[in-house]
């Protein structure tokens, strides 16, 4: 059989609706942060209808020759009546200004935050921008008998996301969602060699950021009728779609099964040289736990691995970290941890940072900003203390611990004070 | 120079402030959970539910206007990197 997409034609997925997109087997690594070993796909589709056709999404620029081709193969340019631009990043945007300059009579659909991006996209170009309409859920498009409807996705993976469903043929072009990075000339999922590891790696560094989104998004796809995932990415989901959509909401499902549901959960993380640090999270810990509905766990970071902390961190309601000062500096495992938190949401969760030094202690205020960066919150100012910690600098560890389960809990006592108090 | 007070319902503070402070110059130092993102306007991360005193901000720019109908904000909603206190007294708290 000869391999669906080793020619310059398009392949046809049902009756009226092809793949126009490219191949990238050379690529190496997506975006900086994806690595891929046999390169990626940039999917780019053609539905057509009685009265119109529509193109759904484009592919990176440098491939604009090949999706051209394969565009041509199927449709002119003066019968497209419908662009959709499911995701304006540019490996699917890439090709965008010079379609519309060859379809300029075709009206662009999108979500409504993808608007500033299609502004931004298209500044180079220049002219007079195409006529464009911001869509949402249940709003669709008729191209005679043929109907696309439109999904409202956002931030999978961003702002701008949306999925775009064939209703007569239940077909879900889904953008980047049920994407991989994954090159494989025979196109689809029950011809293309096993790229199970790639589906994962895919959520694992794209879409875990924003599970939340992400089970709002499956809860919108469940109900239709699926015959075909065609995502952005990767093989084109055709034997059992189902299943894949299922697999997205194990996945975006909490990991860790969490028995303390009920009560918020801090995470003390320290790391301690001569003991000093460690102390001060002891008596942080017992403090957050004294004051109940709280439940507190101490890691000592040489004794893990970023990786697993990351998925501790994901489950928590506030994490607090623990670091001794090393040449002016908070010391790299703690750096190791904080700089690997880009995979999960930790975004508004509660962070504070304690820590012994001997001589200038900066690590403790680097961690909290580290922590804002990240936009956790930080309510309350760390302590640094120096050197040994006595009974009275413990104390205010464990007041330190109590504060935070105060913010956690809810239990907190209104303070008025002054901008001028404000460091 | 006129003062006016700010409280972030969700840590339970509240702030006096000199007219004219922006709410991203005070909220991140005192912690409370509104985050940002560009800091400039556009991105809406800082989105706030402004609970009660919204006629106590200045009101939004055409900017402001633009990003807050871009990405749908439910009336009541402000940008805290663009908010500006006029005076009195303002309730606010992440959207």
Redesign the interface.
């Known amino acids: 059989m000869p391999l669906a997409a080793h020619t310059d034609s398009a392949v046809e997925i049902a009756p009226g609706v092809h793949w126009v997109g490219a191949l990238d087997p050379h690529l190496r690594s997506f975006d900086i942060i994806l690595k891929t070993a046999n390169g990626t796909t940039y999917n780019a589709y053609v539905v057509r209808g009685e009265t119109g056709v529509a193109v759904i999404d484009t592919v990176k620029e440098s491939f604009s020759d090949d999706f051209f081709r394969r565009l041509e193969s199927v449709a002119d340019y003066a019968e497209i009546t419908t662009i959709v631009l499911n995701h304006l990043e540019p490996d699917h945007s890439g090709a965008l200004p010079e379609l519309l300059r060859r379809a300029p009579q075709a009206r662009v659909y999108l979500s409504?935050?993808a608007?500033?991006m299609l502004k931004a996209l298209l500044k180079p170009a220049g002219g007079k921008p195409p006529e464009y309409i911001p869509v949402t859920t249940d709003d669709s498009v008729d191209l005679g008998g043929r109907t696309l409807r439109f999904l409202h996705t956002p931030y999978l993976h961003w702002?701008d996301t949306q999925c775009t469903y064939l209703v007569e043929d239940g077909i879900l072009f889904s953008g980047d969602i049920f994407g991989c990075h994954f090159c494989d000339p025979r196109l689809f999922s029950d011809r293309v060699g096993d790229f199970r590891f790639s589906f994962e790696y895919y959520y694992a560094h794209i879409m875990r950021p924003f599970r939340e989104h992400v089970l709002d998004a499956v809860a919108l796809i469940e109900p239709l009728e699926l015959t075909v995932i065609a995502p952005a990415h990767g093989p084109i989901l055709r034997q059992q779609p189902r299943d894949y959509v299922h697999r997205y909401r194990e996945l975006a499902t909490p990991r860790l099964f969490n028995e303390a549901r009920v009560e918020k959960t801090l995470l003390v993380f320290y790391i301690s040289a001569y003991g000093n640090t460690r102390r001060m999270a002891e008596a942080l810990a017992a403090g957050a736990e004294a004051l109940g509905g709280v439940r507190v766990s101490l890691y000592d970071l040489e004794g893990g691995e970023a990786g697993v902390f990351t998925d501790l961190i994901e489950e928590a309601d506030a994490l607090a970290f623990g670091s001794p000062t090393i040449n002016g500096d908070a010391v790299k495992p703690v750096w190791d941890v904080l700089s690997s938190l880009t995979t999960v949401n930790v975004?508004?969760k509660l962070g504070a940072a304690f820590g012994s030094y001997g001589w200038s202690g900066e690590a403790v205020r680097l961690i909290e900003d580290r922590l804002?960066g990240l936009?956790l919150?930080?309510?309350?100012e760390g302590l640094r203390i120096k050197l040994v910690p006595d009974t009275g600098e413990l104390a205010a560890c464990r007041d330190l611990g109590e504060q935070l389960a105060r913010?956690l809990t809810g239990r907190?006592?209104?303070?008025?004070?002054?901008?001028a108090e404000?460091? | 120079m006129p003062k006016a007070k700010v409280t972030f319902e969700d840590i339970g503070v509240a702030v006096t402030v000199p007219a004219g402070t922006r709410l991203i110059e005070v909220s991140e130092k005192v912690g409370a959970g509104i985050t940002y993102g560009c800091r400039e306007g556009e991105c809406c991360t800082c989105l706030t539910k402004v609970v009660s005193g919204g006629e106590n901000l200045a009101p939004p720019s055409v900017l402001e206007d633009q990003v807050l109908k871009d990405n749908m904000a439910p009336r009541g909603h402000r940008l805290a990197c663009q908010a500006q206190i006029l005076g009195g007294e303002i309730v606010v708290k992440p959207a």
Not at chain 1, 377 to 380: D, E, K, S
Not at chain 1, 412 to 419: G, H, N, Q, S
């Open positions: 409504s935050r608007q500033m702002p975004k508004g804002r936009k919150r930080v309510p309350v913010h907190l006592e209104t303070r008025v004070i002054d901008m404000l460091a």
